[in-house]
């Protein structure tokens, strides 16, 4: 009888001891898991602000990055459509010309320089050069994206459709089809295409805003 007690008290002892390292161990995961919460929802609210945030913030953030490539693919397509039919119309006409009155005309110029035939030259060297440089341009205004978080983000967004339209003609046809001609009394504004209106709303845009905010500071 001795024997079977002792043996019953060492099973329920046993029993005992199991237990309390099952609850030590439980215990020790819990304070592990303690330790590491705090910094995981630390972590997340950096990332995200935490909670419901973080997907408001996400949406968001998809909804700009969707009107930043239709912005860029809108001014790119309407320049590439501009072109594509005004080249079309003179192939078809045998001309480089077409009076359409006396404010406006369309002619056909081939332009290896910048913006309103500006820095032109026939020589390769100096073509590629000007290339290299819009290129170089076109990654700056891309930095700038990133930067940006105003309305200068948008008008960044319009100068680097029209340079990127610019870009292909350079590109594809290693020269760009100007084609507005405006003229009031004899006088002649300088030849363009429609990337190149973009490019120069874009930029008068930015430095009006430039100044608005350079008047608030001194004020």
Same mark, same amino acid.
């Given at each position: 009888?001795?024997?079977?007690?002792?043996?019953?008290?060492?099973?329920?002892?046993?029993?005992?001891?199991?237990?309390?390292?099952?609850?030590?161990?439980?215990?020790?995961?819990?304070?592990?898991?303690?330790?590491?919460?705090?910094?995981?929802?630390?972590?997340?609210?950096?990332?995200?602000?935490?909670?419901?945030?973080?997907?408001?913030?996400?949406?968001?953030?998809?909804?700009?990055?969707?009107?930043?490539?239709?912005?860029?693919?809108?001014?790119?397509?309407?320049?590439?459509?501009?072109?594509?039919?005004?080249?079309?119309?003179?192939?078809?006409?045998?001309?480089?010309?077409?009076?359409?009155?006396?404010?406006?005309?369309?002619?056909?110029?081939?332009?290896?320089? =910048? @913006?309103?035939? !500006? #820095?032109?030259?026939?020589?390769?060297?100096? %073509?590629?050069? /000007?290339?290299?440089?819009?290129?170089?341009?076109?990654?700056?205004?891309?930095?700038?994206?990133?930067?940006?978080?105003?309305?200068?983000?948008?008008?960044?967004?319009?100068?680097?459709?029209?340079?990127?339209?610019?870009?292909?003609?350079?590109?594809?046809?290693?020269?760009?089809?100007?084609?507005?001609?405006?003229?009031?009394?004899?006088?002649?504004?300088?030849?363009?295409?429609?990337?190149?209106?973009?490019?120069? =709303? @874009?930029?008068? !845009? #930015?430095?009006?805003?430039?100044?608005?905010? %350079?008047?608030? /500071?001194?004020?």
């Amino acid at each position: 009888m001795l024997i079977g007690h002792d043996q019953h008290v060492s099973c329920n002892l046993g029993l005992v001891l199991g237990h309390a390292v099952r609850h030590e161990r439980v215990h020790h995961k819990l304070l592990q898991i303690r330790k590491v919460e705090p910094r995981l929802l630390h972590l997340d609210h950096l990332l995200w602000g935490g909670g419901q945030n973080k997907y408001k913030k996400l949406s968001k953030h998809i909804k700009k990055i969707i009107i930043s490539i239709f912005i860029i693919l809108f001014i790119f397509i309407l320049d590439r459509l501009s072109k594509i039919l005004i080249l079309n119309i003179l192939e078809e006409t045998g001309r480089v010309d077409i009076y359409i009155n006396s404010f406006l005309n369309f002619y056909l110029v081939w332009n290896k320089g =910048i @913006g309103f035939g !500006l #820095l032109s030259s026939d020589q390769d060297f100096f %073509y590629n050069v /000007v290339t290299i440089l819009i290129v170089m341009i076109n990654f700056v205004i891309i930095y700038l994206l990133f930067k940006e978080k105003g309305i200068k983000y948008y008008f960044l967004l319009v100068i680097l459709g029209g340079s990127l339209g610019n870009l292909f003609d350079r590109i594809y046809y290693r020269a760009v089809p100007d084609f507005f001609d405006l003229n009031y009394n004899g006088y002649h504004w300088f030849i363009f295409n429609v990337a190149d209106i973009f490019i120069t =709303i @874009g930029i008068i !845009l #930015l430095i009006l805003v430039e100044l608005i905010s %350079y008047k608030k /500071v001194n004020e």
